[in-house]
């Protein structure tokens, strides 16, 4: 069988075909039919049944870990007395954000006895906190009810996007497991709490299906807001860099008689390229800039996101591609820093494999600017696998959809390990 892009592929047998593969427990517990009726459904009704499904499960277990929280919750995980379950919910760095969504980011950085920067707002970017405040100035609601509720939002709007960018190469049924992975997935219960995860990723996924598309006045827009969002926007102007220069490269195999190739890429086009990752990628060094103005230190940023670090590696100087090897030399030794090149190895071994290859070039080449991003800037630790959350596109994978197995370890893995990382990350330590 052939997709429209001439990928050669398996026969989509859909959703409700994989699941039957599990014909008993089907049988008795009616997912056989469940897994019909969202077959049958349109791809939108699709998404939201599965993202609402995925929201009931998270809700449920976060309602079951709340009531621990006087016992076992470290006292600064909530400020205040207010130990209620939207205050739950705003834990963490949530608290940060309702700083600035109240009162905007500091002047002058706290410092320690000895000088050092200590951790503070401006490690978290206005987006979010923003468009919090916009909601709860415009209807009264509290911080702890609003950010919730945008974060939320912003997950179904990060789930159907998902669907749209796998579904492009990928194909419906991989796109419905992609989705379902993400939505039913270990930590995707920061896509109802009030952290920036969730509005990060609906448009990091809603850039990849611009350029995906070639709309690069959509993608400048999302672009730029994704760089006052979360770190990491910097990986989507850099996709659309390599995507372009591929395409120059397929077009010079295709005109190997001559001519110009630039034509092939009419100049109006050309224009929107350029401009579009130029916005980009000075919105995504922006930030740093814009810290040192307020703050009159040059190295605001950089200082309050390494007063992070000291608890796991002391106090070392910045050196990109290094922070990996700094956290796995200190604790695991010579094992550690094998241990990190034999995962660096194993990650461009599976963006290499033919069917990860097949989802098409801007999800495979924006997971390994990504990856790189993460690799070069960030310190490995328990916030770690939410930084790793855009790379959901390669759950579309035929080495994890196409096969019983696979999907169903997949499966079994997210819904056993949300309650433990809930107890864990949530409950025990900030994510």
């Known amino acids: 069988m052939t997709d429209t892009n001439g990928i050669r592929t398996r026969p989509d047998r859909g959703v409700a075909a994989d699941l039957g593969t599990l014909a008993g427990l089907g049988r008795t517990l009616g997912i056989r039919r469940l897994a019909e009726l969202v077959q049958s459904m ?72 000895a000088g050092h920067v200590l951790p503070n707002a401006w490690a978290f970017l206005p987006a979010f906190p923003f468009v919090v405040r916009m909601l709860t100035a415009s209807t009264g609601l509290p911080f702890q009810f609003g950010a919730p509720l945008v974060a939320t939002v912003a997950g179904l709007l990060a789930a159907a996007l998902l669907y749209l960018v796998v579904r492009e190469r990928g194909g419906r049924s991989a796109a419905l497991w992609a989705t379902l992975f993400f939505c039913i997935g270990p930590i995707s219960f920061l896509l109802e709490v009030g952290y920036a995860e969730s509005m990060f990723l609906a448009l990091v996924f809603g850039s990849l299906l611009a350029i995906q598309r070639r709309q690069y006045g959509v993608l400048a827009i999302l672009g730029i807001v994704a760089a006052f969002t979360r770190p990491g926007g910097l990986a989507i102007p850099l996709t659309l860099a390599v995507v372009t220069l591929v395409r120059l490269r397929d077009a010079r195999r295709l005109r190997a008689s001559g001519g110009r190739v630039l034509a092939l890429i009419p100049p109006r086009e050309w224009v929107a390229i350029v401009t579009s990752g130029a916005a980009m990628t000075l919105a995504g060094f922006s930030w740093p800039l814009i810290a040192a103005r307020v703050t009159g230190v040059s190295s605001a940023y950089l ?129």
């Open 42 to 113: 349109p791809g939108w009704a699709a998404v939201l049944s599965i993202w609402g499904a995925g929201r009931a499960v998270s809700t449920l277990w976060l309602a079951a870990v709340w009531p621990l929280i006087g016992r076992d919750q470290p006292a600064g995980a909530i400020r205040g007395n207010d130990h209620g379950f939207l205050s739950f919910l705003t834990s963490w760095d949530g608290q940060y954000y309702e700083q600035i969504s109240v009162h905007g980011y500091p002047t002058v950085l706290p410092i320690d006895g």
């Open 303 to 431: 200082q309050t996101e390494m007063s992070w670090w000291v608890g796991f590696v002391g106090r070392v100087p910045f050196i990109p591609m290094a922070p990996w090897f700094y956290n796995a030399g200190r604790w695991l030794g010579i094992g550690g820093i094998l241990l990190v090149l034999m995962l660096i190895a194993a990650y461009v071994v599976w963006l290499s494999r033919r069917s990860t290859r097949e989802l098409g070039v801007v999800p495979v080449t924006f997971s390994a600017a990504y990856a790189l991003y993460i690799f070069a800037v960030s310190l490995p630790m328990a916030s770690t696998p939410r930084l790793l959350m855009p790379l959901a596109p390669l759950f579309g994978s035929r080495e994890l959809v196409s096969r019983p197995w696979a999907r169903w370890t997949m499966v079994i893995g997210a819904l056993v390990g949300q309650p433990v990382c809930i107890a864990v990350l949530w409950l025990l330590g900030p994510p």
